[in-house]
């Protein structure tokens, strides 16, 4: 049986008016009944109805988080982050993956808003979800456009891929490829290859292009194919789209017999740091994601307090080249 506050009160020997003070952290209150109420809640097994709560007009304390996935260190790293602030600032998160589902991804959003989130940071890769053109719920985005009433938190996806076409280039390497996840939207991958191809045309160094998935690559066919096309072609560098395929084709390749870097260069992006503690030979661009998590949150609370306000951050975040210590 679920216990009630009535019941909370009853045990801690108060009344429910003094329970609720407590839940609510409402008014002057001694220490010893704040105790009794906590210890009859923890007793009782008691939750406060965070439903209830945001009724009546007060804070859920609850934001909801969408990314794609949490296989990929990027994602991991960044939730984890922005779990930590909230936390120091009295909130906690649900968290939803969405993968490259759209009808998940709009049963998440439905569910968050049933449950009485204050906001929603979302990363989502799903594109033309109506919900989110439509949703009353403070949303904002991390580095995708999902809508004009959504605001944007970019880093500089253009500088990152400039920066490894100019290390791939530092190498020597003259026959280069670049994979990519590209959905043909101005999605972060489209426009690090566009950074990309600004630093090898100005060294009148070709590009080739691939579009692979991680879901592509975690077949052996696929980054079989993928190896037999590079040793074929006589690729040099290759500009992964994320640190995940940097490292499945690097050890592909050392299966097939090459030396990397000494044969074939690879750069990966992201440059999270347990990806930099495992693999710290892999140069890769690193995201900042300390300062992405922050301005989210900024960027949200300003939705929540003053709601259908215009607030884009006027500058992208910077990102930097890590590469392998001597």
């Not at 010893?32 to 923890?42: L, Y």
């Not at 939207?185 to 426009?191: A, D, G, I, K, L």
């Amino acid at each position: 049986m679920v216990a009630k506050l009535s019941d909370v009160a009853a045990l801690a020997g108060v009344s429910v008016t003094t329970v609720s003070r407590v839940i609510n952290n409402y008014g002057s209150l001694s220490q010893k009944t704040i105790n009794k109420v906590h210890e009859a809640m923890r007793e009782l097994h008691y939750q406060p109805n965070a439903m209830a709560r945001s009724l009546q007009g007060k804070s859920s304390q609850f934001i909801g988080l969408i990314f794609p996935n949490m296989e990929n260190p990027f994602f991991t790293a960044l939730a984890s982050e922005i779990e930590q602030q909230l936390f120091e600032l009295g909130y906690k998160v649900i968290i939803a993956t969405s993968a490259n589902n759209v009808e998940k991804e709009r049963q998440y959003l439905q569910m968050l808003a049933a449950n009485q989130v204050e906001g929603i940071i979302t990363s989502s890769h799903n594109l033309g979800i109506g919900e989110y053109q439509n949703t009353f719920l403070p949303i904002v985005s991390y580095d995708r456009y999902l809508a004009d009433n959504v605001p944007i938190v970019s880093e500089d996806n253009e500088q990152g891929g400039y920066l490894a076409g100019e290390y791939l280039l530092s190498t020597g390497a003259k026959r280069l490829l670049m994979l990519s996840d590209d959905d043909g939207s101005e999605s972060p991958t489209h426009q690090r290859y566009a950074g990309f191809l600004r630093a090898t045309q100005q060294n009148s160094i070709p590009v080739v292009r691939q579009n692979y998935s991680l879901q592509g690559f975690a077949t052996s066919k696929d980054i079989d194919n993928m190896v037999s096309y590079i040793i074929e072609n006589g690729i040099e560098g290759v500009f992964a789209y994320n640190d995940v395929a940097a490292i499945q084709l690097e050890n592909a390749l050392q299966k097939a017999g090459k030396r990397v870097p000494e044969d074939i260069n690879i750069i990966g992006y992201d440059g999270t740091p347990i990806v930099r503690r495992l693999h710290p030979n892999l140069p890769t661009i690193v995201q900042p994601i300390t300062a992405a998590a922050s301005q989210l949150i900024e960027v949200l609370f300003a939705l929540i307090k003053t709601p259908r306000t215009t607030m884009t951050p006027d500058s992208l975040l910077p990102v930097s080249l890590h590469l392998p210590k001597d």
